[in-house]
């Protein structure tokens, strides 16, 4: 039972399979899956890392200084903004002991590594390891930790600056703020030795830029100050920032109260690698691959790559890894402003912005200028199942193959758990994908069934970020098409309708093979949904219209199609519904209608589960399966399953 002040306060599906997860892996020496061998460090490969980077990084600042012109400034720049983070990143294993086993060497270097970001190394290192302590705890992390909406709305003007502009446009200057933070301030430090650490290295910077600052302004004045120094100091920020919101940001990485929070899922589940091309790898020193670096610190950063792949043997499906893209670095400074209470995840601040204000009124004068133009826009809305750049890549599930899906362009295959006995289908709701029906393949599995799903078009692993109802259906038809022995289908939220429309549409000799049908938190139709969705977005009636019309073109079919109570009317199949009263997504209402218009159906109710968790609760896990086992069952008692 959770409290009514504990947050996330209506958490998403993905949070539970990210907490399912996060228990799995408790009471588990993570750092046991690397081999010995790649603990140890030698030294002569750390100084040749170092010294490549401090080549780089002085070799651009000559460069600058020697320009014919100013247009070479720019590309100089960034390769002395990337040299200068090459020596952060050896700093980085200085700090983490991984760099040597001689303290004396790890403090040295990693004093001399940090001086071109002006960094006092003692500040860096120790608000680095509150950071590898408490990595995405919405409480005690340090580095960009989000923050709520009503929060940013009590800060002051000049705080609401810092935080919205570092997450946007100002985003390069990121580290810049955990600098002026933490680097000068020993007492923002709890314990007494770290204060006593940082003031040594405080000393140390400050004497070190009396040297080179009036060496550089005496050779060449305050203008050469700013060329050769200031401008390569921001370019490393910028390197240093980029890099370090993108591992640890992402719409659907959470961040967790102490209540959630475990040290393991912190280590392994919430950092995203990024798959740098190799020669950049090689001058950030692998500092991409941060999952392994999270498990196992004291790795040196020429054996993460191994480390890693040892991991991913080890823990399949656990580690985050995608290609690096700025489109990614582009959605996060777009989408990812604020934490969500309810969630546990950033709230998608474009969505957010446009819906809630700018769009509603933009709605209301398109209507009146360009009415077909708003419908466009509406209807893009309507469809799109994902951000832009949301589609997941991930490793197929344990146990399950892959089948083939033949005949549908959208989806070529899916998941499935083989078994001698008919195969159960499931289906996906909208804006998810198959891994929120993973909770019903074992108890599936231990009845003697197959089971078998895929992501759905524009969804999960599939292709796109909008799609219809009709590549939708067609899709579920094609997968029963494949499968050639499925008996029951079990669908959730828009899946419904998805479901019940493929078995109309699939051969004849394949819908006749349906035994059962399972529709949790179904609406009735997508005309009831569009009305829900159309009311909430406060469209003008001549942009509805549109809206009717366009998807009329983009399915074949008119929305009022797309009915369950239509579709389903003349199905003999027995239909089981399953609805929550507490549904904020799709009325109880709706599943109370369709028990006038199927035949063969019964409806259980379910409170406090909401639209989402209805998948993973056990008592439901346990309706369904005895309600496909057992022909002859005519009634269950289920007792209201409360939160």
């Known amino acids: 039972m959770q409290s009514s002040n504990s947050y996330p306060s209506s958490p998403r599906l993905e949070l539970e399979v990210f907490l399912n997860k996060s228990k799995a892996l408790e009471n588990i020496r993570l750092a046991e899956a690397i081999p010995k061998s ?47 983070w090459g020596l952060h990143c050896i700093a980085h294993d200085c700090g983490h002991n991984s760099f040597s086993r001689n303290s004396k060497l790890n403090i040295v270097i990693g004093h001399l590594s940090l001086l071109p970001l002006l960094y006092p190394f003692y500040s860096w290192k120790h608000a680095h390891n509150l950071h590898h302590l408490h990595t995405n705890n ?3 992390d340090t580095d960009w930790r989000p923050i709520s909406r009503d929060m940013y709305r009590r800060m002051s003007f000049g705080q609401r600056f810092v935080y919205m502009s570092m997450r946007t446009w100002l985003f390069w200057a990121g580290t810049i703020n955990y600098w002026i933070v933490s680097g000068f301030r020993p007492g923002f430090f709890p314990k007494k030795n770290m204060r006593s650490d940082v003031k040594r290295s405080i000393v140390f910077v400050v004497l070190a830029s009396i ?11 305050i203008t050469g100050f700013f060329l050769l120094f200031f401008m390569p100091w921001i370019a490393i920020h910028a390197w240093f920032s980029a890099t370090t919101l993108m591992q640890h940001t992402s719409a659907d990485i959470p961040f967790l109260t102490s209540e959630h929070w475990t040290p393991n899922a ?56 995608k290609n690096f893209s700025f489109s990614d670095l582009l959605w996060i400074l ?43 826009i509406a209807t893009d809305a309507f469809t ?39 195969t159960v289908l499931l289906v996906h709701g909208w804006g998810s994908d198959s891994s929120s029906m993973i909770g019903f393949v074992k108890p599936l599995l231990e009845l003697g069934f197959q089971v078998a799903s895929f992501d759905a078009p524009a969804h999960g692993e599939s292709a796109g970020n909008k799609t219809t109802m009709m590549r939708f259906v067609k899709a579920v038809s094609a997968a029963i098409n494949s499968l050639d022995n499925v008996q029951i289908v079990v669908g959730h939220s828009l899946g419904s309708i998805a479901s019940v429309a493929a078995v109309a549409y699939a051969s004849p000799r394949h819908a006749e ?26 469209l003008p009636s001549v942009v509805i219209g549109n809206i009717y019309d366009r998807l009329h073109v983009q399915n074949g ?30 009325p109880l209402a709706e599943t109370q209608k369709l028990m006038r218009s199927l035949k063969n159906v019964r409806l259980e109710q379910t409170s406090g589960l909401g639209h989402n968790r209805i998948l993973s609760a056990a008592p439901v896990k346990e309706l369904i399966t005895r309600f496909i086992s057992d022909p002859h069952l005519t009634q269950i008692n289920l007792e209201p399953i409360n939160d």
């Open 38 to 84: 790649l603990f140890e460090p030698k030294v002569w490969r750390g100084l040749v890392g170092f010294f490549i980077s401090f080549m780089l990084y002085i070799g651009a600042i000559v460069g600058v200084a020697c320009a014919p012109h100013w247009g070479f400034y720019i590309p100089l720049y960034i390769v002395a903004g990337l040299g200068g």
């Open 138 to 140: 919405l409480e005690l």
């Open 211 to 221: 040297v080179y600052f009036s060496a550089l302004i005496y050779f060449f004045g």
């Open 266 to 321: 912190s280590r392994i589940l919430v950092t995203t690698d990024y798959r740098y091309p190799k020669w950049l790898l090689f001058l950030t020193h692998n500092i991409s691959i941060h999952t392994a670096h999270h498990v196992a610190p004291v790795v040196p950063y020429y054996n993460l790559q191994k480390a890693q792949a040892a991991l991913k043997q080890a823990y399949p499906g656990m580690i985050r890894e």
């Open 334 to 376: 777009k989408n990812c402003h604020f934490y969500d209470l309810d969630s546990g995840y950033y709230k998608n601040s474009v969505a957010e912005s446009a819906f809630r204000t700018g769009t509603k009124a933009g709605y209301q004068l398109g209507s009146l200028l360009a009415p077909k133009l708003a419908g466009r």
């Open 384 to 422: 799109r199942s994902r951000p832009k750049y949301g589609r997941t890549s991930r490793q197929k599930p344990l146990g399950a193959q892959i089948f083939e899906i033949v005949g549908n362009e959208d989806v070529r295959h899916g998941y499935i758990w083989k078994s001698k006995g008919p």
């Open 513 to 538: 093979a349906i035994k059962r049908l399972v529709l949790m938190a179904a609406p009735i139709s997508i005309s009831s949904v569009l009305e829900r969705w159309s009311a909430n977005q406060q």
């Open 557 to 586: 079919v008119p929305v009022s199609h797309w009915d369950i109570s239509v579709q389903g009317a003349a199905m003999d199949v027995p239909v089981l519904l399953i609805h929550d009263e507490h549904d904020q997504v799709v």
